[in-house]
Nanobody, 124 residues
Framework: QVQLVESGGGLVQAGGSLRLSCAAS????????MGWFRQAPGKEREFVAV????????SYASSVKGRFTISRDNAKNTVYLQMNSLKPEDTAVYYC?????????????????WGQGTQVTVSS
């Protein structure tokens, strides 16, 4: 089992920044690909970013590429999502997730573990 706890969400004005953190406990954190997803009201959960477990390769949704950065600190069992130049359309609940079986999955259905989510609200 892996337990994930997100933090760092909040209310920010458009153009501002936030850094989300996801603390993991349980099995060996470094063996898991770690992803960030988001879900806005009335919309499906969508991929934001992923970082692979083996070499730290990162991938991003086109809507956030160049603005968001995912990183991980295996010594602290933590993954981060630095979000810059935030837009109102980034408003959503952001979820951290972990997957043991795939390199850098973008499909939320492949993930095994999820955090409870943290709200990000960007005002215009």
């Amino acid at each position: 089992q892996v337990q994930l706890v997100e933090s760092g969400g909040g209310l920010v004005q458009a153009g501002g920044s936030l850094r989300l953190s996801c603390a993991a406990s349980g099995r060996t954190f470094s063996w898991y690909a770690m992803g960030w997803f988001r879900q806005a009201p009335g919309k499906e959960r969508e991929f934001v970013a992923v970082i692979s477990w083996s070499d730290g390769k990162t991938s991003y949704a086109s809507s956030v590429k160049g603005r968001f950065t995912i990183s991980r600190d295996n010594a602290k069992n933590t993954v981060y999502l630095q979000m810059n130049s935030l837009k109102p359309e980034d408003t959503a609940v952001y979820y951290c997730s972990a997957d043991r079986d795939h390199y850098d999955p973008r499909d939320w259905r492949l993930y095994d573990y999820w955090g409870q989510g943290t709200q990000v609200t960007v005002s215009s």
